[in-house]
């Protein structure tokens, strides 16, 4: 490894010994670490243990178990100390925060400097080494927030929004069947199919295809969302309006991928269904659809958020008293940010599942492209 | 490539037969859908313009209920010509500065448009420069800003621009416009940032193995390798995704406009619009946000050929 992996452990290790030998808290100099009783012993003990195992083999497997406790252990601690100093964080606890933080690093790069792996075990690392990223994301978060005391107006805590997203599941089950079940998936249905028919059709025309390729280009890269006010003014205030921005939003880049894919089958193999005295629909289904996949899939990730960011902003223009954009906006309006945020939390688990299922879909209907073969 | 030219004209006919110009098929598919709007106007005013006629007692001919479902006040779809000439009273018949006049209005979006675009870009340039150099951050990073792809990002607009302008005029002491602008400049940030992240990592990446060795053999540094051979490689793939960048930001902006009750910007001539049921000036808006978009993406993409061109990469 190069100079640089080592720097990140000697780093830990100032952090550590500012951690023990300065005061815990700014008002009061007489609380330090080692008097907060036998756990922060523990956190000690693991964080100097990690430390020398890191930096005498680097790439261990000892180093990594090591690592991975102490990195728990030290965030761990870091929260069960914040509610006690917040407000009047001490130079210790931010030495102890960064250390912990500074062994997160280490463990990342340790997981990141092992080969590339197939199977449960590379699929682990793909999962873990992003998981670690993203706790430590929400931890950072939470300590900067409640050790500077940021109004909560400004930014809730994680925990607070967490703690709002359980409380008010029956809320946002009712903005999720609304917006998701009821405007996102019927707009993107009806959006995709009619998108993918009209390629069809228009593929057997070639001088509509290049009428109109360029025009769907060109809408693709219009801002669709406005046409949400004269929606809501045609469809009324309900879900199907929005459905109706949805269809419009996702047409497009349907159309287009599909009529480039139906275009991307090589010459050659389409010289060899001649040969074979194929019949267009035979060449359709058996060459051109399976050689546009990976264009239609490409689309129909695209438009998976396309879909959730059509619908909820339509509601921003007018709709019954329930969904995630009109949840959104007034709670934003009533100050109820820890709401909003929870709302977001929803929508971004919504948006990722939804884009996650037409990955897997891809991956099960497309397993022979060069992509997936490994 | 003059003197090939004039000597064979014969050899370039038949390829002008052979790739025909797309020009007139996009005019004559322009036509179509606007005779479709047409009869669509027709047909979805038609009811609203038998009303009319029948409060006022009036029995109307065939030509003039069409005549009047063209020519209505608030209609559910107003025909084109209506939209252009507002939009040509809204723009030519005004002066510039006044808050009637869409190019007063487009001006205050593509100002924070563009603030966001260039911000968006350079923190994607910078990411993508990380992500393809450490490779801890390739493993941790990437996977959360393909995530926050999938994550309605639009969603945040509303609370980033309430809190954002909350912060800056209330707690900072900026000025209401200047809180509200950067405040939707945010969001177009947040919004470009993605595409010319990924875009520019797949350009980074796209130099041929052989390319990478060659440089190894001359020791060339990671930064000398880094601008003779993989910046270079990338600026094709850099500026496609700077015009899907440039085109959501633009989004990004008129969605910014929405929740603080703005009273400039295209967004807020689209809220105005719908409240008081103006459908001409909605439409007008709606037309105003296009050709902008048009010509932003357009010039971007001018930029970009210009810039492979220089560089020598031209096909």
């Not at chain 2, 945040?156 to 002491?173: E, F, R």
């Amino acid at each position: 490894m190069n100079a640089r992996g080592l720097l990140q452990p000697w780093l830990a290790f100032i952090g550590l010994f500012a951690a023990v030998s300065l005061p815990l808290d700014s008002l009061d100099p007489e609380r330090m670490l080692p008097r907060e009783g036998p756990l922060a012993w523990v956190v000690i003990v693991a964080m100097a243990a990690a430390l020398v195992a890191v930096i005498r083999a680097e790439r261990s497997g000892l180093a990594g178990v090591l690592l991975a406790i102490a990195a728990a252990l030290g965030g761990w601690f870091t929260l069960q100390l914040l509610p006690s100093v917040a407000g009047h964080a001490g130079p210790a606890f931010w030495a102890l925060f960064l250390t912990s933080w500074l062994l997160a690093w280490c463990l990342v790069s340790v997981l990141a400097a092992i080969p590339r792996q197939t199977g449960f075990d590379g699929a682990f690392l793909r999962i873990v080494v992003p998981l670690i990223f993203g706790v430590w994301l929400l931890i950072i978060w939470e300590v900067i927030v409640l050790a500077f005391k940021v109004p909560f107006v400004l930014i809730p805590p994680p925990s607070a929004i967490g703690a709002k997203l359980i409380t008010s599941i029956p809320i946002l089950a009712a903005d999720f069947r609304q917006t998701f079940l009821k405007a996102v998936i019927a707009g993107y249905a009806i959006g995709c199919a009619s998108g993918f028919l009209v390629a069809i059709l228009i593929d057997r025309v070639p001088f509509l295809q290049r009428g109109l390729l360029p025009i769907g280009n060109l809408v693709s890269a219009l801002p669709i969302v406005g046409i949400a006010p004269i929606m809501v003014m045609w469809f009324g205030f309900d879900w199907p309006s929005k459905a109706a921005v949805v269809v419009v939003s996702t047409f497009f880049p349907m159309l287009v991928n599909t009529v480039t894919g139906l275009a991307a089958s090589q010459p050659m193999s389409r010289d060899l269904m001649r040969t074979y005295a194929a019949n267009y629909w035979q060449t359709l289904f058996k060459l051109r659809l399976p050689e546009a996949m990976p264009f239609i899939f490409n689309a129909l990730k695209i438009n998976s958020t396309l879909a959730l960011i059509a619908a909820i902003v339509a509601e921003f223009f007018g709709t019954p008293i329930v969904g995630m954009g009109f949840r959104i906006s007034t709670e934003v309006g009533r100050m109820n940010i820890d709401m909003v945020w929870a709302e977001i939390a929803v929508a971004a688990l919504a948006g990722s599942v939804f884009y996650g299922v037409v990955a897997l879909i891809e991956r099960a209907a497309t397993f022979w492209h060069p992509s997936f073969r490994t | 490539m003059t003197a090939i030219a004039a000597k064979s004209p014969a050899l370039r006919k038949p390829r002008s037969l052979k790739k025909p110009g797309i020009l007139f098929p996009v005019l004559i598919v322009s036509l179509a859908l606007l005779a479709v709007w047409y009869v669509g106007a027709y047909f979805l005013n038609a009811q609203l313009a038998r009303d009319q006629f029948a409060r006022q007692k009036k029995e109307p001919t065939a030509q003039e209920l069409v005549a009047a479902t063209w020519a209505m006040d608030r209609p559910l779809l107003p025909a084109p010509h209506q939209v252009a000439v507002e939009l040509w009273k809204t723009t030519v018949d005004q002066s510039v500065t006044s808050k009637r006049s869409l190019v007063y209005h487009s001006w205050i979006t593509l100002s924070s448009t563009l603030a966001g675009f260039v911000s968006g870009t350079l923190l994607g340039i910078l990411l993508a420069i990380g992500i393809v150099h450490v490779s801890s951050l390739d493993k941790s990073l990437m996977p959360w800003i393909v995530a926050s792809q999938t994550i309605p990002i639009v969603a945040i607009a509303p609370m980033i621009v309430v809190v954002g302008y909350n912060l800056m005029n209330g707690q900072m002491g900026l000025s209401t416009d200047l809180s509200r602008f950067i405040a939707k400049a945010m969001i177009s940030t947040y919004l470009s940032f993605f595409p010319v992240t990924v875009g520019l990592v797949k350009g980074l990446r796209s130099p041929d193995p052989i390319h990478l060795d060659l440089m190894r053999t001359y020791s060339a540094s990671r930064a000398q390798t880094f601008w003779k051979l993989r910046l270079p490689a990338a600026m094709p793939y850099l500026f496609t995704s700077m015009q899907v960048a440039i085109a959501i930001s633009l989004v990004g902006a008129i969605v910014g406009e929405l929740p603080t009750g703005a009273s400039a910007g295209i967004g807020a001539r689209l809220l105005a619009g719908s409240y008081y049921g103006q459908t001409v000036q909605i439409w007008a808006a709606l037309l105003a946000a296009s050709i902008l978009a048009a010509l932003l993406v357009w010039m971007v993409s001018l930029g970009g050929r210009a810039v492979v061109k220089r560089m020598g990469m031209a096909r």
